[in-house]
């Protein structure tokens, strides 16, 4: 069927409208009218082919709610009109062990992306949430149970919120834990958020004197201007956990020094440039560890989704037309955002 899009044709030009193609729903599959979907900072990456590899017409978005419009005939877990959520994947091998251990994410046969995957639909790659609608595999359609007028902040859950949960669960963040988060954009926000609602002291770190609020209001318990020296030394030797938002290549070591024996800095975001290697003696001295983590499984998104439910979260956002995105993209780039943009889908039928 044809649907409505906001895509771009090569990567030096501005996003437009576009009709594109989705399948019918197969058996296992689940329609979805799209609602809202969220703004990604690999959206922007992926439409001006920042990271490479980008096949157009490329569609982005993966951060999408909408509501239930048609079910195959063997889909039992959904029905007509069910609130539901799709993010950064749409299918994996489903049989290597990361599969079978429910971490999709890790799939040992690569998962398929919501957007710029292979996939023998038309075009022959998958076409992302900036569009009407989506037909996705039910096994990773998610639930979502916050009430209506939350739904369009609920989006950015679909990649920010597990992006920050999925560490902040394997790693055991909880009561009892000195908790760092680096970075106050749309992932560090959700960062400080799901942490101080899983008990843990929560400390925010920002370049930025002027975040130093707004990381309270958000629930941070203390806030470091991390270019004050003075108050990083405060920390050093303190933190259970770390979670490195920041995407831009900086110092390690600067975190490292402040973790606890046996504590770990945890980074999530993929600097275009390398980071200055860091300190293997502050690692060896003090049995730390500089991990990573991507995304979540299904499983672990539908846990973050209800915990945010039942808690009240949501990310904090701005509206927008899918007319703008390209003033987004270039406001995001600026890091002129309160946290994250959601487009309104129901603008790409004006």
């Given at each position: 069927?044809?649907?409505?899009?906001?895509?771009?044709?090569?990567?030096?030009?501005?996003?437009?409208?576009?009709?594109?193609?989705?399948?019918?729903?197969?058996?296992?599959?689940?329609?979805?009218?799209?609602?809202?979907?969220?703004?990604?900072?690999?959206?922007?990456?992926?439409?001006?082919?920042?990271?490479?590899?980008?096949?157009?017409?490329?569609?982005?978005?993966?951060?999408?709610?909408?509501?239930?419009?048609?079910?195959?005939?063997?889909?039992?877990?959904?029905?007509?009109?069910?609130?539901?959520?799709?993010?950064?994947?749409?299918?994996?091998?489903?049989?290597?062990?990361?599969?079978?251990?429910?971490?999709?994410?890790?799939?040992?046969?690569?998962f398929t992306g919501t957007y710029n995957s292979a996939t023998p639909d038309a075009p022959g790659h998958t076409l992302g949430g900036y569009a009407q609608r989506i037909v996705v595999n039910e096994k990773f359609?998610?639930?979502?149970?916050?009430?209506?007028?939350?739904?369009?902040?609920?989006?950015?859950?679909?990649?920010?919120?597990?992006?920050?949960?999925?560490?902040?669960?394997?790693?055991?963040?909880?009561?009892?834990?000195?908790?760092?988060?680096?970075?106050?954009?749309?992932?560090?926000?959700?960062?400080?958020?799901?942490?101080?609602?899983?008990?843990?002291?929560?400390?925010?770190?920002?370049?930025?004197?002027?975040?130093?609020?707004?990381?309270?209001?958000?629930?941070?318990?203390?806030?470091?201007?991390?270019?004050?020296?003075?108050?990083?030394?405060?920390?050093?030797?303190?933190?259970?956990?770390?979670?490195?938002?920041?995407?831009?290549?900086?110092?390690?070591?600067?975190?490292?020094?402040?973790?606890?024996?046996?504590?770990?800095?945890?980074?999530?975001?993929?600097p275009e440039h390398p980071h200055p290697s860091p300190s293997v003696a502050a690692l060896i001295f003090g049995r730390k560890a500089l991990a990573g983590s991507l995304i979540g499984g299904i499983a672990e998104?539908?846990?973050?989704?209800?915990?945010?439910?039942?808690?009240?979260?949501?990310?904090?956002?701005?509206?927008?037309?899918?007319?703008?995105?390209?003033?987004?993209?270039?406001?995001?780039?600026?890091?002129?955002?309160?946290?994250?943009?959601?487009?309104?889908?129901?603008?790409?039928?004006?």
């Amino acid at each position: 069927m044809t649907t409505k899009a906001y895509g771009a044709l090569a990567a030096d030009q501005p996003l437009e409208p576009l009709d594109v193609q989705r399948r019918a729903p197969g058996a296992h599959d689940v329609q979805i009218d799209i609602a809202y979907c969220g703004v990604c900072h690999s959206d922007l990456h992926t439409v001006r082919s920042e990271w490479g590899g980008t096949l157009f017409p490329c569609v982005p978005g993966h951060e999408i709610v909408g509501h239930v419009s048609a079910v195959g005939s063997a889909v039992s877990g959904f029905k007509l009109g069910d609130t539901v959520g799709v993010g950064c994947m749409v299918d994996s091998c489903q049989h290597c062990d990361s599969c079978g251990e429910g971490l999709e994410q890790y799939c040992e046969n690569g998962f398929t992306g919501t957007y710029n995957s292979a996939t023998p639909d038309a075009p022959g790659h998958t076409l992302g949430g900036y569009a009407q609608r989506i037909v996705v595999n039910e096994k990773f359609v998610l639930r979502i149970r916050h009430s209506a007028d939350q739904l369009a902040a609920v989006a950015p859950l679909l990649c920010a919120g597990i992006t920050t949960w999925s560490p902040l669960r394997h790693w055991n963040v909880g009561p009892g834990q000195k908790v760092g988060i680096v970075g106050i954009g749309g992932l560090g926000h959700m960062g400080i958020k799901l942490a101080h609602a899983l008990g843990a002291h929560v400390v925010a770190f920002t370049t930025s004197e002027s975040k130093r609020q707004d990381a309270h209001d958000l629930g941070a318990d203390e806030v470091v201007v991390s270019r004050n020296k003075d108050e990083m030394k405060a920390h050093a030797g303190s933190f259970d956990f770390i979670l490195n938002t920041v995407a831009a290549s900086h110092d390690l070591d600067a975190f490292t020094r402040l973790l606890k024996r046996d504590g770990t800095l945890c980074l999530v975001g993929v600097p275009e440039h390398p980071h200055p290697s860091p300190s293997v003696a502050a690692l060896i001295f003090g049995r730390k560890a500089l991990a990573g983590s991507l995304i979540g499984g299904i499983a672990e998104t539908q846990e973050m989704l209800d915990f945010c439910a039942k808690h009240g979260i949501v990310s904090e956002i701005e509206m927008i037309n899918a007319q703008q995105i390209d003033e987004a993209y270039d406001r995001m780039v600026r890091s002129d955002v309160k946290y994250r943009f959601v487009i309104d889908t129901a603008s790409l039928a004006r």
